[in-house]
């Protein structure tokens, strides 16, 4: 008997699977856009409650030792690009190329692999990618980033920690256990900058809820089930 299954369909994205287990609720931490001076309180709140999450990360000099400290964790890094600068990625897929490139190299330089995630600025459903690129160049970035070998990711569940500069942490919280209601596969949108102090105090709260119903904490790979918007 078969007790996997290999299409979960959840809301109105679809997941591809390889095995989820039957009765198993899993979650996907997910942070963008770091390291920040808040990465480390992350990295101390995951460590103290032994779990992981995955980081789509952008350059940022300065910060090699968190980087570093992310892997060592046994966190994994996604390319989120370098910039993260809409206006220039999506102007082209050969800039945008370049961006993800430029991110790989920093990387390479400082020790880390080549990540086999990427998470598209803004998300692969993404509007803004259409005002610089135009309305194809979404569809040409993602049969561009399978070509080349990366799993893309998007999310399920959205903190809501980018509606505002500083949202409040219990805005943040609300939006998380709202948005994981009947749901057995979730990947959760956190943000990892400067301003995101709060997105770092909901935390702890945040992994108590989930890990009461029974949620198991996992972090991506490019096996995966993954969530695509398109
Ligand atoms: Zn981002």
Redo the contacts with the bound molecule.
């Keep these: 008997m078969n007790n996997s299954i290999d299409i979960l369909v959840v809301s109105t994205k679809t997941i591809t699977n390889n095995l989820i287990k039957p009765g198993e609720k899993e979650v996907y931490l997910t942070f963008?856009?770091g390291p920040s001076q808040n990465t480390s309180k992350v990295l101390k709140i995951l460590k103290d409650i032994d779990i992981n999450a995955t980081f789509?990360v952008?350059g940022h000099p300065g910060y090699e030792d968190v980087y570093k400290q992310i892997i060592s964790q046994g966190n994994v890094i996604g390319n989120?690009t370098y910039s993260?600068d809409y206006k220039t990625e999506y102007s082209s897929i050969l800039s945008y190329n370049q961006d993800v490139d430029k991110l790989n190299s920093y990387l390479e330089g400082i020790g880390i692999p080549k990540p086999t995630l990427m998470?598209f600025?803004?998300g692969s459903n993404n509007t803004i990618s259409n005002n610089y690129g135009g309305k194809d160049i979404m569809n040409q970035l993602i049969k561009e980033a399978i070509r080349k070998g990366y799993q893309y990711i998007d999310w399920n569940v959205c903190s809501g920690d980018?509606d505002k500069t500083t949202e409040s942490k219990d805005v943040i919280i609300d939006n998380v256990m709202r948005g994981v209601k009947g749901m057995k596969f979730i990947v959760i949108l956190l943000?990892d900058s400067k301003p995101k102090t709060t997105t770092a105090e909901a935390l702890p709260i945040i992994i108590k809820n989930l890990k009461e119903q029974g949620y198991v904490f996992k972090t991506l790979s490019i096996n995966s089930p993954v969530i695509h918007f398109k």
């Design positions: 963008d856009d789509f952008n989120h993260h998470r600025p803004g980018s943000h």
